[in-house]
């Protein structure tokens, strides 16, 4: 599987190990079943050349590129080979995502759109295809592209870029029975085209530098505003379990010249099997003087509970 500790640009790493999602799976069931790994796509040639010119430089002779017929031909056999053993298997885990290479999270450059590389798409569905006991582990330094196959898969877990020791939990993570309850940073949206692009505000430069001033409806804040529906919004995440909330109430506390709100409320698992909750406090203006978004997240708090059991969060 593909490694990331050894390139990123100033960010590089010489790191003494790095456990991939694999090493992880082997690590957890590799006693107690059988793990078929095979390898899904093929990366192409231009995304070989820093590599190669690396190479090069060093003194030592870099092999000829394939040709473009050649690369598609190996990466349909690669393709087809990975089907066919997750066709074969009781449950597939597909691994796909994004690389420090160009021009994907690297520095230098921005990525042209939200997709994921290498065919990695028509893997997903082709896969999911052949075995609908599918999970889909993404690991990426931000959101990608999903609508081609985010309506025919199961469960997706989002690893993001998980370090030296990410394969422990990247490649477990699927197969954990307890819950281990995270939110999404960021609105994922539907598509590239759904991406917010703002118009900035732009100074008139000074010498080599312009000041930009992009204002407050950023990031969550745009979408909502603009009434963008994302594909999973920000603070999004699921719970093997289910969780109520009852008896909200504001309590109002500090001083005449600071005014400090308290938010109250049971938050109970109704659900059969243990599990964490995050709960989340947004504030909506009313006729704001000064322009404002739509809501804005004010205060967050983690609680884990037993099923039939109730706690007093509370928040300000």
Excluded at 255 to 267: C, K, P, R, Y
């Amino acid at each position: 599987m593909h490694k990331f500790c050894h390139e990123g640009g100033s960010a590089e790493l010489k790191s003494l190990y790095e456990i991939t999602p694999l090493d992880g799976i082997l690590r957890r069931v590799g006693n107690k079943v059988d793990v078929t790994f095979s390898q899904g796509y093929e990366q192409p040639p231009q995304q070989r050349r820093r590599r190669r010119a690396t190479t090069a430089a060093s003194g030592v002779q870099a092999p000829a590129e394939p040709t473009t017929v050649q690369v598609d031909a190996a990466a349909a056999v690669t393709m087809d080979r990975a089907v066919r053993a997750a066709k074969q298997s009781d449950v597939a885990i597909v691994v796909a995502g994004l690389n420090h290479g160009w021009p994907f999270d690297t520095e230098g450059t921005d990525r042209k759109d939200m997709r994921l590389p290498y065919k990695q798409d028509e893997l997903i569905r082709r896969v999911v295809e052949a075995n609908p006991r599918t999970i889909v582990v993404l690991v990426s330094g931000g959101a990608v592209e999903m609508s081609e196959w985010v309506d025919r898969v199961p469960a997706i877990v989002q690893a993001w870029y998980p370090g030296l020791e990410g394969g422990n939990r990247a490649g477990i993570r699927p197969l954990r029975r307890r819950q281990s309850q995270r939110q999404t940073p960021v609105h994922v949206p539907q598509t590239t085209g759904r991406i917010p692009r703002p118009r900035a505000a732009r100074l008139p430069r000074q010498g080599r530098r312009r000041t930009v001033r992009r204002g407050i409806t950023r990031g969550y804040r745009w979408f909502d505003t603009k009434e963008i529906d994302p594909l999973f919004p920000f603070g999004h995440g699921l719970s093997y379990t289910k969780f109520g909330y009852s008896n909200l109430n504001l309590t109002e506390g500090g001083s005449s010249q600071s005014v400090v709100l308290m938010v109250n409320a049971d938050i109970a698992n109704i659900g059969n099997r243990a599990g964490a909750e995050v709960v989340q406090v947004y504030v909506e203006p009313q006729h704001p003087r000064l322009p404002r978004p739509a809501k804005e997240l004010k205060a967050f708090a983690k609680l884990a509970s037993s099923p039939a059991r109730s706690k007093r969060c509370r928040s300000r």
